[in-house]
């Protein structure tokens, strides 16, 4: 664990100085704090029933005992989807279908698959999120719009054959025709809640709106100017802002994109010896919507941070959350991922280090300052010393847009060049674990790998895995290489 850094002491005490304080009757300082019920977003958590002979009535046919599932049922409010089960160490072997019902309609959509091979995007073996007693396992997420009615079925498999992907080809492996699924299975019905982030055009300028009542004094104007000075933000929404303060002023929705030139000229104080050591290998800045900007509700994350050496790697990923999603909707399909990685799957934090949309914008994923070295859960076995990129949707058959392969690229030009590595060049990173690679193993992978390619999976999707050149090229452009 020498090589992980877990910070709270120093983002605490540079939030503390950063923050305004809002003086009490008294004329002790206090942080406000939002209401328990201001806060965005919800889960509703329903044990899953066996399906009897006969009950399922939209298969056609008639269910075995072991098969699991919801009937049609009128629920509260969600947007995305998930099945949670207890052992992390299970694979559920097996389908999950669900179909949804849009809120105020009778309409129901067609079955949707939830894909059930996400094991693989979690913390390492061992490590210390890993063993948390937290952890869940867990299918994908998938993003189905506001909806309030919902049916799911689980299938366990019969011994169908594993395909093969990618340049790493999957044994042929029959699945146990008696399988069992694993116990604890629950559907997982996530709300994203209201954006409780104020504009970003006014956050990026660094001034903290005060659009929640709760964030002012008591009794004071919102949008007056007592208001704009007793403004504050929460103790974790500080924290994790406090990390980016030096890329943007304090509590801003968006770090500004940079020219190269300014980039040069911006990171070495940010960053440190690092940067100069890189130099001239930096692609410029690009714009990124942080935390803030998204609405990340910062309760909700494990509060310190943790930390790795260097990022030699991308891991390229897609979300598999589906494209049926508007880019004025990203912020909310972020929120409800991570609400599902925190509070239905037991992650300390939204998995991956950045996430990306089908239009090209670019969002922090997991806290801990966009620029630094943040210890992600994206690649089982190769989180350390890495870094997570997801697309959102799902791209097996799916093209990915050429704004989210452009993103991808000036992202990776500018975080991968802050540590000195070529996006066109190979790296080695040591396994933590996995079905590819054995536990201590150095292995050799392109500085842009895709996800499959340090673990035997589908993702990114062999459409996005097709674009990873065309990313490494032009990151490498970007770089001035």
Same mark, same amino acid.
């Given at each position: 664990?020498?090589?992980?850094?877990? $910070?709270?002491?120093?983002?605490?005490?540079?939030?503390?100085?950063?923050?305004?304080?809002?003086?009490?009757?008294?004329?002790?300082?206090?942080?406000?704090?939002?209401?328990?019920?201001?806060?965005?977003?919800?889960?509703?958590?329903?044990?899953?029933?066996?399906?009897?002979?006969?009950?399922?009535?939209?298969?056609?046919?008639?269910?075995?005992?072991?098969?699991?599932?919801?009937?049609?049922?009128?629920? *509260?409010?969600?947007?995305?989807?998930?099945?949670?089960?207890?052992?992390?160490?299970?694979?559920?072997?097996?389908?999950?279908?669900?179909?949804?019902?849009?809120?105020?309609?009778?309409?129901?959509?067609?079955?949707?698959?939830?894909?059930?091979?996400?094991?693989?995007?979690?913390?390492?073996?061992?490590?210390?999120? *890993?063993?948390?007693?937290?952890?869940?396992? !867990?299918?994908? =997420?998938?993003?189905?719009?506001? !909806?309030?009615?919902?049916?799911?079925?689980?299938?366990?498999?019969?011994?169908?054959?594993?395909?093969?992907?990618?340049?790493?080809?999957?044994?042929?492996?029959?699945?146990?025709?008696?399988?069992?699924?694993?116990?604890?299975?629950?559907?997982?019905?996530?709300?994203?809640?209201?954006?409780?982030?104020?504009?970003?055009?006014?956050?990026?300028?660094?001034?903290?709106?005060?659009?929640?009542?709760?964030?002012?004094?008591?009794?004071?104007?919102?949008?007056?100017?007592?208001?704009?000075?007793?403004?504050?933000?929460?103790?974790?929404?500080?924290?994790?802002?406090?990390?980016?303060?030096?890329?943007?002023?304090?509590?801003?929705?968006?770090?500004?994109?940079?020219?190269?030139?300014?980039?040069?000229?911006?990171?070495?104080?940010?960053?440190?010896?690092?940067?100069?050591?890189?130099?001239?290998?930096?692609? =410029?800045?690009?714009?990124?919507?942080?935390?803030?900007?998204?609405?990340?509700?910062?309760?909700?994350?494990?509060?310190?941070?943790?930390?790795?050496?260097?990022?030699?790697?991308?891991?390229?990923?897609?979300?598999?959350?589906?494209?049926?999603?508007?880019?004025?909707?990203?912020?909310?399909?972020?929120?409800?991922?991570? *609400?599902?990685?925190?509070?239905?799957?037991?992650?300390?934090?939204?998995?991956?280090?950045?996430?990306?949309?089908?239009?090209?914008?670019?969002?922090?994923?997991?806290?801990?300052?966009?620029?630094?070295?943040?210890?992600?859960?994206?690649?089982?076995?190769?989180?350390?010393?890495?870094?997570?990129?997801?697309?959102?949707?799902?791209?097996?058959?799916?093209?990915?847009?050429?704004?989210?392969?452009?993103?991808?690229?000036?992202?990776?030009?500018?975080?991968?060049?802050?540590?000195?590595?070529?996006?066109?060049?190979?790296?080695?990173?040591?396994?933590?674990?996995?079905?590819?690679?054995?536990?201590?193993?150095?292995?050799?992978?392109?500085?842009?790998?895709?996800?499959?390619?340090?673990? *035997?999976?589908?993702?990114?999707?062999?459409?996005?895995?097709?674009?990873?050149?065309?990313?490494? $090229?032009?990151?490498?452009?970007?770089?001035?290489?």
């Amino acid at each position: 664990m020498r090589g992980f850094l877990s $910070s709270s002491i120093g983002v605490t005490c540079a939030a503390a100085l950063a923050l305004p304080l809002a003086l009490t009757p008294s004329g002790s300082a206090a942080v406000a704090r939002p209401a328990a019920d201001s806060l965005p977003g919800s889960t509703e958590s329903l044990p899953l029933e066996p399906l009897g002979p006969g009950r399922d009535r939209a298969g056609g046919g008639r269910a075995e005992s072991r098969d699991q599932g919801l009937t049609r049922r009128d629920v *509260r409010p969600f947007s995305l989807v998930g099945v949670v089960w207890d052992d992390p160490d299970v694979e559920l072997q097996g389908r999950v279908q669900v179909r949804t019902r849009a809120t105020g309609t009778t309409t129901w959509s067609p079955w949707q698959e939830v894909e059930t091979h996400n094991h693989e995007h979690a913390a390492d073996p061992g490590s210390a999120e *890993r063993v948390s007693g937290r952890v869940r396992g !867990s299918t994908a =997420p998938l993003w189905v719009g506001d !909806s309030d009615g919902v049916e799911v079925r689980v299938r366990s498999d019969t011994g169908r054959a594993l395909p093969s992907y990618g340049a790493h080809a999957l044994p042929v492996t029959k699945v146990d025709k008696d399988v069992d699924l694993p116990t604890g299975l629950r559907l997982e019905l996530v709300d994203p809640g209201e954006h409780p982030a104020p504009p970003a055009d006014a956050a990026a300028d660094g001034v903290l709106q005060s659009a929640q009542a709760d964030a002012a004094a008591p009794g004071t104007p919102a949008g007056s100017a007592e208001a704009a000075r007793t403004t504050v933000m929460t103790a974790e929404a500080a924290a994790s802002s406090a990390v980016n303060a030096e890329l943007a002023p304090m509590g801003a929705a968006v770090i500004p994109a940079l020219s190269m030139a300014a980039t040069q000229a911006d990171l070495p104080a940010a960053h440190g010896t690092d940067v100069a050591k890189a130099k001239p290998y930096i692609g =410029p800045r690009p714009r990124i919507v942080t935390r803030r900007g998204w609405g990340a509700d910062e309760s909700l994350r494990e509060r310190n941070f943790a930390y790795t050496r260097t990022v030699k790697a991308a891991f390229m990923h897609h979300s598999a959350t589906g494209n049926n999603y508007r880019c004025s909707q990203s912020p909310s399909v972020l929120r409800s991922i991570y *609400r599902y990685h925190v509070k239905s799957s037991g992650w300390r934090d939204f998995g991956y280090n950045f996430a990306v949309d089908k239009c090209g914008n670019i969002y922090e994923g997991r806290a801990g300052g966009v620029a630094k070295a943040v210890l992600g859960a994206h690649t089982l076995g190769f989180n350390s010393h890495s870094m997570g990129i997801a697309v959102l949707g799902s791209f097996t058959n799916a093209v990915p847009p050429k704004a989210a392969v452009t993103a991808v690229a000036k992202l990776t030009a500018w975080k991968l060049g802050l540590f000195g590595a070529n996006p066109r060049g190979t790296t080695y990173l040591k396994s933590g674990g996995g079905n590819l690679y054995k536990k201590g193993s150095t292995v050799k992978l392109n500085v842009i790998s895709g996800h499959r390619d340090g673990f *035997r999976t589908e993702c990114p999707g062999r459409r996005l895995y097709k674009k990873l050149g065309t990313a490494r $090229s032009a990151s490498a452009r970007y770089q001035g290489r």
